[in-house]
């Protein structure tokens, strides 16, 4: 008898036993696809995941983000929202909803999720100065530049040679200084 991963899901063995046995294998696959740009194949292959393993974080957030690859949005986010019903702390799942909705112009709520992926990310020095430095954009964008100079501050502290940061800097003051010119 050869033994596919097909074959393994509709035995009637544990669940454990094809968690273990059988999800690695399916997730490599999906992996494979999504990494050749066959972004239907993979959504194929991690909504197989999701349909035996639902509780599967990582099968929500990248199906999410091969469905966001062939901008198919409703479904991108459907799938975001559902990995972050499992994992409330899933900065992957944060930061690509954050940017999916950038792309759609929603600024708000990009700015929203990039707060919550800023509060669960995993630290790193220059990723973590890059997200507040994405931060302050988003602030700017909404005409907040008050909050946008503080978030490129944040930014500049975390990592001093950000030069993101400090172009973003200079935007947010010089906006400040016209803004208030143009009041005063």
Not at 41 to 60: C, G, Q, S, T
Request: one cysteine or more; charged letters at 20%.
């Amino acid at each position: 008898m050869n033994l596919t991963c097909s074959t393994l899901l509709q035995m009637n063995i544990s669940r454990y036993l094809k968690k273990v046995f059988v999800l690695p294998y399916l997730m490599r696959d999906a992996s494979t696809e999504f990494k050749n740009d066959n972004f239907r194949l993979a959504i194929d292959i991690y909504m197989k995941v999701i349909r035996y393993f639902p509780d599967y974080y990582e099968a929500h957030l990248w199906a999410g983000t091969a469905y966001s690859a062939i901008d198919q949005s409703k479904d991108a986010i459907d799938c975001y929202k559902h990995a972050l019903e499992i994992n409330a702390k899933g900065f992957d799942a944060y930061y690509n909803y954050s940017l999916l909705e950038l792309k759609q112009n929603r600024y708000k709520n990009a700015l929203e999720l990039l707060n919550k992926a800023i509060e669960f990310y995993p630290y790193s020095t220059e990723t973590h100065s890059n997200l507040y430095y994405q931060k302050g954009m988003l602030e700017y964008y909404l005409f907040n530049y008050h909050d946008a100079l503080t978030s490129f501050n944040k930014a500049l502290e975390i990592l001093p040679n950000n030069e993101f940061a400090e172009n973003g800097r200079t935007l947010a003051a010089e906006s400040i200084l016209s803004v208030n010119k143009i009041s005063g």
